[in-house]
Each structure stands twice: as C-alpha cells, then as structure tokens.
C-alpha cells in the first residue's frame, strides 16, 4: 500500500506524470543505497540511529592540520569502519540500473544524490550532481578541480593539486564544511528548470538538499515520493510509493515503454 492508494496505482500515475514532463530532477538519499547493503544514518537501523551523529568538527580538523589528516587517512594499519567496508563491497542495485535507464531513454534529466558512494556512476548515471562528494575523489581547494583518488600521485602530505598547487582533500563533504559552490548552484538550477521531481529513499532533514523539491513544488511541480517510510515531505507530494527504489523504478521503466 502507499499513502495515496495503492503501489499499482502510484507507479500507473507516476508513469502518466513523467510520461507529460520535459525535465524530471530527482534527489536521492541513502535509501537507495540501503537496498545495496550500505547502512542509512538515519532512520531504522542507521548509523547514526544506533550510535550517534559523528562529531561537527571534522572541517575544522582538516584545515587547522590537512597533513596529519591525510597520514591517518592513509594509514594501512587504520581499521575501516562498518559503513566504509559496506561501501566498498557494494554494487549498483536495480535503483539505480533503472535510473540510468531512465537517463538513457529521456525520461530522467538530473539526479542529485546525496549518496557519496558513486553507485549512480557506476550504474550509468552521467547528468549527476553529487552534492555531498564522493569519496572515490579528491578536490582542490584552491582551484575545485576534482580528479579520482587512484589516479592521483601522492608525492607529499598533504598531496597537492597538480594544476594550482593548491591543498587536496577528499571529496567528501565533511561536516561544518560549505558544500562546493558549482554543486550547489547546479542543483540550484536543476530544481528551477524541474517539470516533475521524483524523492527517493530521502529522509529530506538534511538542508539544503531538502529544499529543492520544495522549491519545486511551490512552483507547483508534482512532487512524487518512493520511499518505504514517511518522511517530511510525504505531507505535500502528488504521489506517494511507499516501497523501496528497487520495487518501484524497475517497474516505473517498464510501464514507460509501453
């Protein structure tokens, strides 16, 4: 069931909604990833459910000494958390396969992930915006360049840009930390051209990713939610699934096919 009927009938009027729009921008949160193995941090079971939000500081941290985060970020002996080990081990679920299909059949604009897992680009997914990093990147910041971590020769610590010579760090959006001005300006936009805005696996608490399907919806753009639990947004969205990506999208293609 969903909140407004039943799943066969959410998908029937999501398909109808997309099938009439132009440009469907979606926000993603760690429900998707969920569905991969990767622990949400909220909500049942998440991380930050069971132990805690993280400490605020880590932006501070890594300015006031960037060299001696970096050592013990390299540390081979450091012992790699739950969340990190899932991460590592996870593939691309159906999810995020449909939503690169989605892209790929133009029925998908833009995605804006959350997510810092970079399932989305495994999957196929190029029109993407990761808000919140990724953390298979680094980021100059001096200059914002962002270059896969693999392919970067650490010749110091901390490793340097080697366009500017500016301070890298990983891509990741650490917490006190501004999210990089080109992202955020994107989904700035994105949620300004959006003719229909698809919620996925999204607790939408966390600002100001949570504002742009607002922002949408007061432009008066359909506001569609697929998520197994209610969230802050489910009060206003057109149409609610209340099951995960990976029951919903799949079958969301297929019906836009026929």
Not at 59 to 78: G, K, V, Y
Not at 95 to 102: D, W
Not at 213 to 240: F, S
């Amino acid at each position: 069931m969903t909140a407004h009927g039943t799943l066969d009938a959410a998908i029937a009027r999501m398909t109808a909604i997309i099938s009439e729009s132009r440009h469907v921008v979606a926000l993603v949160g760690a429900g998707l990833s969920a569905e991969s193995g990767i622990p949400t941090y909220r909500g049942s079971g998440g991380v930050w459910t069971k132990f805690g939000e993280p400490t605020i500081d880590g932006w501070e941290l890594f300015q006031e000494d960037p060299a001696a985060w970096w050592e013990a970020a390299l540390n081979p002996e450091a012992q790699l958390t739950d969340f990190a080990r899932a991460v590592e081990g996870a593939e691309p679920n159906a999810g995020h396969i449909a939503m690169a299909a989605l892209e790929a059949e133009g029925k998908l604009a833009h995605v804006i992930t959350q997510n810092i897992d970079g399932l989305h680009r495994r999957a196929g997914t190029t029109q993407l915006t990761e808000i919140h990093g990724n953390r298979s990147f680094v980021r100059c910041m001096n200059c914002g360049e962002r270059s896969l971590l693999a392919q970067i020769k650490i010749r110091q610590l901390p490793p340097l840009c080697e366009a500017c010579g500016g301070v890298l760090k990983n891509d990741t959006v650490m917490f006190g930390e501004p999210i990089p001005e080109p992202a955020l300006r994107e989904c700035y936009r994105q949620a300004a051209l959006a003719d229909a805005f698809l919620v996925i696996g999204t607790s939408a608490v966390v600002y100001p990713a949570a504002d742009f399907p607002v922002m949408a919806k007061r432009r008066g753009v359909p506001l569609i939610e697929i998520n197994p639990e209610e969230t802050a947004l489910t009060g206003i969205a057109d149409v609610v699934a209340r099951a995960t990506a990976g029951e919903v999208l799949p079958a969301l293609v297929e019906r836009l096919r026929t």
